[in-house]
């Protein structure tokens, strides 16, 4: 598990390992840029013209590293300094000499306005005018070569920050917007968020062995999932394991119409390692879901259409909500009885969290330690709307520590907020999975590992990586664009065993 340090912390973490690795600092910057490089000629042969367009702090001297590595690599190089009123770091000197030393690079000033056709023979621009030490909005000389570069043709790539990007906090002004971002040792936490993309591109994060013991021990409260945790939370089976040691959960989902989001859930559930599964379902789904999923046993509901009757909570070890429900009058009784009633953590998904939110009054009703998987309307009708994505997330946080349950907010980069705060981002999933029913699925996941008494937050944890694994195995199968809810099923059990495995 990664976690995400601010960018004092990181300017910490880079003093901490100079002092105690020990390395000079501009031997730290020659390994920055030589990661950088790594990444960058893997991507791009030096048949592509690169413009280098650096500042003159620390982000500027990477640029200038990269430079002269890049010259040496036989690319067509050529390098502009703006000069804005930054101050000049020492790293940032030293690596100037040194370009100049080597020769064979143009190296222009910018310090008014320029003519935005200087950029128009680059193939690539990489931008290095501010890192991780931006502090306020760009002005003046640095937001004009920020337009000039956002409308030149050449592809974006971005040193550790897309210059104008704020890491910790709304970025407010104007910004570089790269195609791709390579951020030095550990992804920053504005990556995760929607509103980020158009300016950070895909990113990757390159190591540049920054101090470890120093990462693990600083204080924060966000993380990055990685496969290694996903895999050391997943449960083995014993010799004498028997299915009741696998728990009995209970799916309430699907009405007249949409009886297809009860069975997706409930497939799901089942190939999650669920011990017994019962699907409660109103009269028109009888033989829908007997028919589509013959391993559940059926609760019959009164009701013709809807789910109106009640259950007997007592059975399960867990319930599973939400799934194709509906808002009925009758429904909105029903889940108000159900939570009355059921004392252990549901799995909350869908029209569930819509009942929540336009009944605001059930929401104390909610089991401790819950898991609700709203996207993000979903979640907006729950919580109100939000200014910006840093909101947005403590608003995750305050709903998860209200309600002592997990909040899983979904869509790029799941979050996962847990009662104390923490927040966790998913590595896993595609856009492929952006598809009618994919919420349906992750509830059954979710609600066979919680009825298997997996702990909320690791359950949570594992579901949502899991729920995006196997959507990232069926998206290499059939490509994304074809990419069904059915098929992230398919290719759960593919997800399971490589995890396990
Ligand atoms: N931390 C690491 O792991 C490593 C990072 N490296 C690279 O270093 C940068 C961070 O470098 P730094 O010199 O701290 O900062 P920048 O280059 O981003 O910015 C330079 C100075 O610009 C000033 N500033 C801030 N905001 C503005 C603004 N809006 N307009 C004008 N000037 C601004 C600020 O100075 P002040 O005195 O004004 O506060 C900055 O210091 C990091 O991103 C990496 O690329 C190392 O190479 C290796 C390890
Ligand atoms: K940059």
Not at 76 to 100: C, H, Q, T, Y
Not at 141 to 154: E, L, P
Not at 197 to 212: H, P, R, T
Not at 280 to 292: E, Y
Request: aromatic share 8%; hydrophobic share 45%; proline share 5%.
């Amino acid at each position: 598990m990664q976690p995400i340090l601010t960018a004092s912390q990181i300017k910490a973490l880079d003093a901490y390992t100079i002092a105690h690795e020990p390395i000079v600092s501009i031997d730290l910057m020659e390994r920055a840029c030589r990661a950088f490089v790594a990444w960058f000629t893997e991507r791009f042969n030096n048949s592509f013209t690169v413009g280098i367009v650096c500042g003159t702090g620390n982000n500027g001297g990477d640029g200038l590293g990269i430079a002269r590595l890049l010259k040496e690599w036989g690319y067509p190089v050529r390098v502009w300094l703006v000069k804005g009123g930054a101050p000049e770091s020492i790293d940032f000197k030293i690596n100037l000499d040194r370009l100049k030393h080597l020769g064979g690079v143009q190296i222009d000033e910018i310090t008014a306005a320029p003519e935005c056709s200087i950029f128009s023979d680059e193939d690539i621009l990489i931008d290095a005018i501010f890192g991780t030490g931006l502090s306020r909005p760009v002005e003046g000389v640095y937001t004009d070569v920020i337009a000039c570069m956002n409308t030149a043709r050449g592809t974006r790539v971005a040193v550790d920050l897309p210059s104008g990007f704020m890491a910790d906090e709304p970025t407010t002004g104007p910004s570089v917007e790269a195609r791709y971002t390579v951020s030095f040792q550990l992804p920053k936490l504005a990556f995760f968020f929607p509103s980020s993309f158009q300016y950070v591109g895909e990113w990757a994060v390159v190591d540049i062995s920054l101090n470890k013991a120093f990462i693990r021990q600083a204080q924060t409260s966000h993380f990055f999932m990685d496969r290694n945790t996903a895999r050391s939370l997943l449960r083995r089976r014993s010799k004498f394991d028997h299915k009741g040691n696998f728990g009995h959960a209970l799916l309430v989902a699907g009405s007249l119409g949409k009886m297809g989001a009860a069975v997706l859930s409930a497939r799901a559930t089942l190939r999650s390692g669920v011990g017994l599964l019962t699907v409660h379902t109103p009269q028109a789904g009888i033989s829908i879901v007997q028919t589509a999923v013959p391993e559940a046993m059926l609760s019959i509901d009164g009701h013709a259409s809807v789910f109106a009757g009640a259950v007997q909570p007592e059975r399960y070890t867990t319930i599973g909500i939400g799934p194709g429900l509906g808002k009925a009058p009758e429904t909105v009784k029903a889940f108000h009885k159900l939570l009355e009633n059921f004392p252990h953590p549901m799995v909350i998904d869908a029209d569930a969290l819509n009942i929540l939110g336009e009944n605001r009054e059930l929401l104390h009703l909610v089991p401790k330690g819950s898991i609700l998987t709203p996207h993000p309307k979903e979640f907006e009708r729950l919580v109100g709307p939000w200014q910006n994505d840093f909101e947005r997330l403590e608003k995750q946080k305050g709903l998860a520590a209200q309600l002592q349950s997990v909040v899983v907010l979904k869509g790029a980069f799941t979050s996962i907020a847990a009662p104390d705060g923490k927040t966790f981002f998913n590595p896993t999933g595609n856009p492929g999975m952006a598809t009618g029913g994919s919420g349906d699925v992750l509830t059954g996941i979710l609600t066979g590992l919680l009825a298997q008494r997996y702990d909320t937050l690791e359950g949570a944890l594992l579901g949502v990586y899991l729920h995006g694994f196997a959507g990232d195995l069926g998206a290499w199968e059939k490509g994304m664009d074809s990419l069904i809810a059915s098929d992230i099923v398919e290719f759960l059990s593919g997800a399971f065993a490589r995890l396990g495995g």
